[in-house]
């Protein structure tokens, strides 16, 4: 509550100059803040353009050293691996999920062995990237299958902590996959495997570039609204996180973010346990645009991380997290 009155009190004293702006300032932002998402493409030599997201780009393997170079200059804490797997490789069931050879598998282990743990590194744990229909899990009679989508989910985590994955990221939406997953790993004396859940993702219109950059927009079948969340509900959301904190979600995350930061106050305020919030490709690309076109300046790219800061998010994974030295600067 707010005591005094006008003329005594003038909040306005409080922004008269920078260095008092700084010394009563709420939330910071640093590179601490921040995970950097990396797509990984087949071949050699490549650095290729993704059209839909300006100054975002996909890796051949040999080339990754250049991006984690920069991350690892700018302090950035960790990097997430997401694929664009070979049309040949995808198929019903998505196998390619499963395969050590796979992109996000080489990249685990080539990051490992060039910079053992300078770096986190997170892994996606979902099958779009790797299915003929582009859904993030089985298929029987037109609908997903929850549980024995699970199992396959379950050997996919495993997979990718055997290679070396830090954080394992289930973003895939199934109940009840936290508390196998988490079983699983530490049955195979994985323990120290962290999981950072999806357990707030909701059905979004703003995924669409995402789905560009790994390849599975064309592949996609009708939408994902019977297994991911309907935008409209926020006590939802927390039923979500309290189940997954009980399976064994050491952090969670909530996507898509800007859109979202209610959802983003109201778990941390409710749970006091680490958020993650994605600011996804919709949102980024709507910015990166805007500021092309001059209809934005480039200070409102440090306005929308902040507001992330401010509704209670520990981490942000962003796409601008590769020009942290210019954006905090």
């Given amino acids: 509550m707010i005591t005094g009155n006008y003329p005594n009190l003038r909040l306005r004293r409080n922004r008269k100059q920078p260095w008092i702006r700084r010394l009563v300032q709420e939330n910071t932002l640093s590179p601490n803040d921040f995970i950097l998402p990396i797509f990984l493409i087949d071949g050699k030599n490549k650095k290729e353009k993704v059209k839909s997201m300006p100054d975002v780009y996909r890796y051949s393997i040999n080339r990754l050293n250049q991006i984690i170079d920069k991350a690892l200059k700018l302090k950035v804490p960790m990097v997430a691996l997401f694929p664009k797997t070979n049309e040949k490789l995808k198929n019903e069931i998505g196998t390619e999920?499963?395969?050590?050879?796979?992109?996000?598998?080489?990249?685990?282990?080539?990051?490992?062995?060039?910079?053992?743990?300078?770096?986190?590194?997170?892994?996606?744990?979902a099958l779009d990237?790797?299915?003929?229909?582009?859904?993030?899990?089985?298929?029987r009679s037109n609908q997903i299958i929850n549980d024995e989508t699970i199992e396959v989910l379950v050997n996919q985590s495993?997979?990718?902590?055997?290679?070396?994955?830090?954080?394992?990221?289930?973003?895939?939406?199934?109940?009840g996959r936290i508390r196998k997953i988490r079983n699983a790993l530490d049955k195979n004396n994985f323990k120290d495997v962290q999981l950072l859940s999806y357990a707030a993702k909701y059905a979004s219109?703003?995924?669409?570039?995402?789905?560009?950059?790994?390849g599975s927009n064309k592949f996609l079948k009708g939408d994902k609204k019977t297994y991911q969340m309907d935008f409209r509900n926020?006590?939802?959301?927390?039923?979500?996180?309290a189940l997954d904190i009980k399976e064994g979600a050491d952090m969670v995350m909530v996507k898509p973010g800007l859109p979202y930061l209610d959802?983003?106050?109201?778990?941390?305020?409710?749970?006091?346990?680490?958020?993650?919030?994605?600011q996804v490709s919709?949102?980024?690309?709507?910015?990166?645009?805007?500021?092309?076109?001059?209809?934005?300046?480039?200070?409102?790219?440090?306005?929308?991380?902040?507001a992330f800061k401010r509704a209670g998010a520990n981490a942000i994974v962003s796409y601008y997290a590769d020009r942290l030295d210019k954006i905090l600067k």
């Fill in 97 to 125: 999920a499963l395969n050590e050879n796979n992109l996000v598998c080489k990249a685990i282990v080539e990051i490992k062995k060039r910079y053992k743990n300078q770096i986190g590194i997170m892994c996606d744990v």
């Fill in 129 to 139: 990237p790797y299915t003929s229909h582009g859904h993030d899990g089985l298929i």
């Fill in 158 to 175: 495993l997979l990718q902590a055997e290679m070396g994955c830090d954080v394992l990221a289930p973003s895939d939406m199934m109940d």
């Fill in 205 to 214: 219109s703003f995924y669409g570039p995402f789905r560009d950059a790994v």
């Fill in 234 to 241: 926020t006590d939802e959301s927390l039923r979500e996180i």
């Fill in 263 to 278: 959802i983003i106050k109201g778990i941390k305020e409710k749970f006091r346990i680490p958020v993650f919030a994605y």
């Fill in 282 to 306: 919709g949102e980024y690309s709507l910015i990166a645009h805007a500021i092309k076109s001059k209809i934005l300046k480039e200070d409102v790219i440090f306005e929308s991380l902040m």
